[in-house]
């Protein structure tokens, strides 16, 4: 009996020692590197075609006409109520009938708010919106005329640009005839993208709705180059871009070429984020009809055409000979530095390149007569792959890879 207690005890003393071993507290410290990241770099290779010339004949707009509607973008809002977002222009119908004489005097132009009529807070406090309007331009030389009509209810300032070219922002009738012109100077129009932009305030009135204090704007853009007979007759053929991923556009959309023609082209390459070495190839061209000689004859030559003018200077690279047909037309355009820009210039000759001159001269057994009534039509495209770790001396790959 005694032997059992005893047993007992000794039991109880030993779990009462684990139980104050488990409490015993160690200075301790952590730390943690949070949210780490291994990110896989890019490379983006975008193009553009800002120059072109066919048989010295320099490619550019002739003409440009705008009229406000719906293409017109709101960007902006002050003075509303709300939240707001970019979205295009509304047209107003039915416009009040003050705005019926401005409507007809703009044909085609119609008259657009940021909705289909005023909303009454708009009626009634001082709201500004703005409207803008994004169209190219390409011409280097400028000598033509710019001619911008515009109407609003109420006031309306104008900017071509970064340049206000005019400000009626105080004039409470400019929905009346006749419509305020605006005034440009030299180097308001830019060669690419220009933006038309208009910051429109309707004056308030108290307890007003949209049939008593309507707001609009109505205007007509119209740009004339001057353009020559020759180079009206290329801007219906030629296609000049800013810096994009390509889809549909054209370096060369020519239907008349004969022996002697050539033409240059300034080609840039933007390459975003890292180092890339950048490839061209002629991944495909089709003849019709089918090995029509057409090919054979037209000869490319490409080199650095650092001051883009579509001359080679005496200090740019020569990228290629003066013989290169489409058919083995591949060139390595060097590396670009990220966030970097290749100027390519091109030149082609229905013919043989010599220096400056393209040399169309043949005989009907040898020459050029074979290829009358050919057509080529031929994909150019580039290549862009990473410099880091592609080191020694590279190659392009003999055909353009597939991504």
Known sequence: MNKKIIVSLMTITIVAVAAIGGTVAYFSSTQTSEDNIIKAGTIKLTVDHTRQSYNG???QTCTEKLYSGTDDVVTAMAGGTGSFASHNALLVNPINSAWVTMEASLTPAKWVWTANGTSDWDAQNKVTYTFERTFQ??????GG???LSVGADNGVKVWLNDTMVCDYSTVEKNYQTPAKNC???????HQGTNILKFEVTNFPIAGATNANN?????????????CSGAESALAQQCQLWNAKNLAGEKFFNFNDVKPGDWGTNVISLHVTSNDAHV?????SYTSVPVQ??????????????ENQNGVQDGSEATITTTDSTLAGLKANLGEIAGNGTKYLGVRWCFGKISGDTCNGEGTNDNGYNSAQGNELLADLGFYAV????????????????EY
Do not use: K
């Open 183 to 189: 005034s440009f100077a030299a180097g308001d129009l």
């Open 137 to 142: 331009w390409w011409d280097p030389s400028f």
């Open 279 to 283: 490839c061209m190839y002629v991944p």
């Open 214 to 226: 309507p707001a609009g704007l109505i205007y007509n853009l119209a740009i004339n180059g001057n």
């Open 292 to 305: 029509a000689p057409l090919a054979n004859y037209i000869n490319f030559y490409l080199w650095n055409d």
């Open 57 to 59: 004949v320099d490619c």
């Open 145 to 147: 005329t710019i001619n």
């Open 386 to 401: 990473q410099t880091r770790h592609n080191d020694g001396q590279f190659e392009c790959p003999v055909t353009m890879p």
